[in-house]
């Protein structure tokens, strides 16, 4: 009897376990089985906080470097506290007042694509979308709701296509429409604890580039009540994972993107950092929250 009342207690727990799982990482596992769920996705499926007013950490549109559209965040110091030179990313080099972040928004997640779907996101339908998520039509709100949306309309760079998802089943499939496969794995930067200003990182060994004939997806979190992601791929630019250790012990597996091809990359920024040649490529960390699609090999 003991041991009937054991293995029960054992079954109605397993079951608790299980229902504890959300149904989006069960849709994970059924489409991508072979894929490991990065962090920045999993937060996201799992929140903390759950509210519909967005905390912005920094700015996270580094795609306005070279689109039409103008950003007030991308002020010199800004700029110069994210990118640096590719010629100072091998082991050994020292990069001083590059600051790394784990999350860029507070409070969006993920929603079931038949929630996501029930409205539309574009420019033309923001007064609904405010309206649908209760949002005061303060003008802060309302230029990251712009800026949102905006971002998703413009068209792409020569050479690139992006897209915009507002679910995680529109993500999975934009992305593996981008890249022919469902066979697919997800990246991002790992940051085990809070990374100050000041910090001052040694680059180790090894660093890992990707390949250059291998397709990558690079996608950005976007200001929004629920979780949006900016998405594209572009020949324009090289992706490595580079070890980095903290002057303080702290270590970071960070992801960087580098650019090779400047010239469409607004005036003012390539003036903030001093470049005088559009044959210098520059480099910036992707945050946390941030992530690289890539084909299983």
Same mark, same amino acid.
């Given at each position: 009897m003991l041991r009937f009342f054991l293995v029960l207690l054992l079954v109605v727990a397993a079951v608790q376990a299980d229902n504890d799982v959300s149904p989006l990482e069960d849709y994970w596992r059924s489409v991508l089985p072979n894929a490991t769920m990065p962090r920045a996705i999993h937060d996201l499926i799992y929140p903390g906080h759950r509210n519909n007013r !967005? /905390? &912005?950490q920094e700015c !996270?549109? =580094?795609y306005y470097v070279s689109s039409n559209i103008s950003s007030q965040h991308l002020t010199p110091g800004y700029l110069q506290s994210k990118i640096f030179f590719m010629k100072d990313l091998y082991p050994g080099a020292q990069l001083k007042g590059v600051h790394l972040i784990n999350r860029t928004i507070i409070g969006n =997640? =993920?929603?079931p694509r /038949?929630?996501?779907d029930a409205i539309t996101f574009t420019?033309?339908?923001?007064?609904k979308i405010l309206e649908h998520f209760s949002m005061t039509s303060d003008s802060k709100a309302v230029k990251l709701m712009e800026d949102t949306l905006n971002s998703c309309e413009v068209p792409p760079l020569k050479g690139e296509k992006k897209f915009c998802s507002t679910s995680l089943e529109s993500l999975i499939d934009g992305v593996s429409s981008l890249l022919g496969t469902r066979d697919i794995q997800a990246i991002s930067t790992i940051i085990n604890e809070p990374q100050d200003e000041k910090m001052v990182y040694n680059v180790v060994a090894p660093i890992k580039k990707f390949s250059e004939q291998e397709k990558l997806v690079l996608c950005h979190p976007q200001p929004s009540p629920q979780a949006m992601h900016y998405c594209h791929t572009s020949s324009l630019y090289k992706v490595y &994972?580079?070890?980095l250790v903290g002057n303080n012990g702290s270590m970071v597996n960070a992801i960087a993107v580098c650019h090779h091809d400047i010239k469409n990359f607004k005036p003012f920024i390539l003036e903030a950092l001093k470049i005088k040649s559009y044959n210098e490529p520059i480099c910036h960390f992707l945050s946390g929250d941030q992530f690289v699609w890539f084909r299983n090999q």
């Open positions: !967005v /905390t &912005i !996270v549109v =580094f =997640f =993920f929603v /038949t929630e996501a420019s033309k339908n923001l007064p &994972i580079v070890p």
